[in-house]
T-cell receptor
């Protein structure tokens, strides 16, 4: 939890609304990962991004979910037309040159989405 | 299950005892493993990692053991303290991939 900033920490949406989750990586980190955690579950990989590029989105649902990491500003995870099943904690993590080189990810505190 | 799993969902120990948390993985191509600690309401925190060319790695009060023959990983915590109470996850990386596959977690409770 060393410096990865996520906001909002808690977000409540009604079904059909949009949710936007933001992640600012640690200073100097150019790699961002998004994971989703359901209650009493482990984290599930969603997407891996570098600045302006999506490297691996194999964990992203095919519809309604998108992610970006622009040249300037935070990474955004966007969920359109939310459904109750989207309720979860969404964690962002960052690393400098890449997981295998650094040996660890730095996770944020998470954004907890509740869909009513 | 998918990738990584754990033998026990909960573990309760007395303060000062040693704790052992186990993890099984199913993918022979996995060559990098990490243990994370997650306290309630927080993000996962890196504890220790190990690559498949090693059998054992030690940190401060923690040791990770890797048995590739039976695809088993364990985390040993020496002299467990109340502050160690958390959910512990093992995670694996599968051969060249940047993504981690997490197990479901073991909840460790340390009794004073």
């Amino acid at each position: 939890n060393a410096g990865v900033m996520q906001n909002p920490r808690h977000l409540v949406r009604r079904r059909g609304q949009e949710a936007r989750l933001r992640c600012s990586p640690m200073k100097g980190h150019s790699h961002v990962y998004w994971y989703r955690q359901l209650p009493e579950e482990g984290l599930k990989f969603m997407v891996y991004l570098q600045k302006e590029n999506i490297i691996d989105e194999s964990g992203m649902p095919k519809e309604r979910f998108s992610a970006e990491f622009p040249k300037e500003g935070p990474s955004i995870l966007r969920i359109q037309q939310v459904v109750r099943g989207d309720s979860a904690a969404y964690f962002c993590a960052s690393s400098p040159p890449g997981l295998r080189n650094t040996g660890e990810l730095f996770f944020g505190e998470g954004s907890r989405l509740t869909v009513l | 299950g998918e990738g990584v799993g754990l033998h026990l969902p909960t573990l309760s120990v007395q303060e000062g005892d040693n704790s052992i948390i186990n993890c099984a993985y199913s993918n022979s191509a996995s060559d990098y493993f990490i243990w994370y600690k997650q306290e309630s309401g927080k993000g996962p925190q890196f504890i220790i990692d190990i690559r498949s060319n090693m059998d054992k790695r030690q940190g401060q009060r923690v040791t990770v053991l890797l048995n590739k023959t039976v695809k088993h990983l364990s985390l040993q915590i020496a002299a467990t303290q109340p502050g160690d109470s958390a959910v512990y996850f093992c995670a694996e990386s599968q051969g060249g991939s940047e993504k981690l596959v997490f197990g479901k977690g073991t909840k460790l409770t340390v009794n004073p």
